[in-house]
């Protein structure tokens, strides 16, 4: 390739224009544009690495490489690059392309999900992999609060008072360009199981945990004779399959639904009472 000698008359910086970088290419030297890639690797890249932006993947370094060719083409002939905060200022411009394109935003809510009813305190966290000039945090497209950097987090108030969803997402601005991701919370009735009578579910409020189905295990004690289980599970959820509750202690029994069409939290249920009625004693129903 021939004889290239390279020094630095003094450490580049961005914002230092005055300081230069300079290429002396010997005699028998290839065409300064043939050497741009090499010129890219053992010194514009290392200097932008320590001072700009930390470890490059391959990708933006050919990127840089074709850029540094570009430059170089339109220098003199014996190689001189002058204002090395220019050449730094385009592959800024360039890297910073690339990082946008490359970026992962996130966005995460807790609790995803919560019982009609309450009031709940909703944590958002958005983040993302380049440091974004804004983070716009919405609430069903309303903007909450406005942040920056890769990470942003805040606390929102929320009152859960009819079923369905609430849409929240974050919009990442970086240099100009926006991301936006979204997530959605549900907002679900309880499901409640306890015991009562052959003709009554008064008195039956025990809440499951938050659940959007009625899977899972249900413990029922009862303390006087007579007493029947009930679990009320909202229509919205999915009918309980009567062919996948088994009882784990106790005696032998079937669920049996009673109405699909009951009232409960001004939301439509289903109802569901054992056959039998119990003895005094703790049982456990399992659905799956």
């Not at 069903?140 to 406005?146: C, I, K, M």
């Not at 549900?186 to 945990?209: A, L, Q």
């Not at 109405?259 to 001004?266: F, K, M, V």
């Not at 003895?279 to 129903?285: H, L, R």
């Amino acid at each position: 390739m021939g004889n290239v000698e390279k020094y630095i008359s003094e450490a580049p910086l961005k914002d230092s224009p005055k300081k230069k970088l300079s290429l002396k290419i010997g005699e028998g030297a290839v065409k300064p544009e043939h050497l741009s890639q090499r010129i890219a690797d053992e010194v514009i890249i290392p200097l932008i690495e320590e001072k700009l932006v930390g470890d490059l993947d391959e990708t933006i370094r050919e990127a840089i490489g074709d850029l540094v060719a570009d430059v170089y083409s339109r220098e003199e002939v014996d190689g001189k690059i002058d204002n090395i905060s220019d050449i730094c200022d385009d592959l800024q411009e360039q890297i910073d392309a690339l990082n946008i394109d490359k970026a992962t935003v996130n966005l995460t809510v807790s609790p995803s999900t919560v019982f009609v009813g309450g009031t709940y305190t909703v944590t958002l966290t958005a983040t993302s992999s380049v440091a974004a000039q804004y983070i716009t945090i919405k609430h069903n497209g309303t903007d909450v609060q406005v942040g920056s950097g890769t990470s942003f987090t805040i606390n929102d108030t929320l009152e859960a008072t009819t079923s369905g969803t609430e849409s929240y997402s974050a919009v990442f601005t970086i240099n100009g360009v926006t991301k936006t991701v979204s997530k959605t919370l549900s907002k679900i009735n309880k499901i409640y199981y306890g015991v009562g009578t052959e003709n009554s579910y008064d008195g039956v409020n025990t809440p499951k945990s938050i659940q959007t189905n009625a899977n899972g295990s249900y413990t029922f004690t009862t303390t006087t004779e007579n007493k029947y289980a009930y679990i009320l599970v909202p229509y919205a959820m999915s009918a309980i399959n009567l062919n996948n509750v088994k009882l784990e202690s106790g005696f032998g029994y079937n669920l049996t639904l009673i109405t699909d069409n009951a009232t409960i939290d001004n939301a439509r249920y289903r109802v569901y009472r054992s056959a039998e009625n119990a003895a005094n004693e703790s049982f456990t129903v399992v659905i799956s």
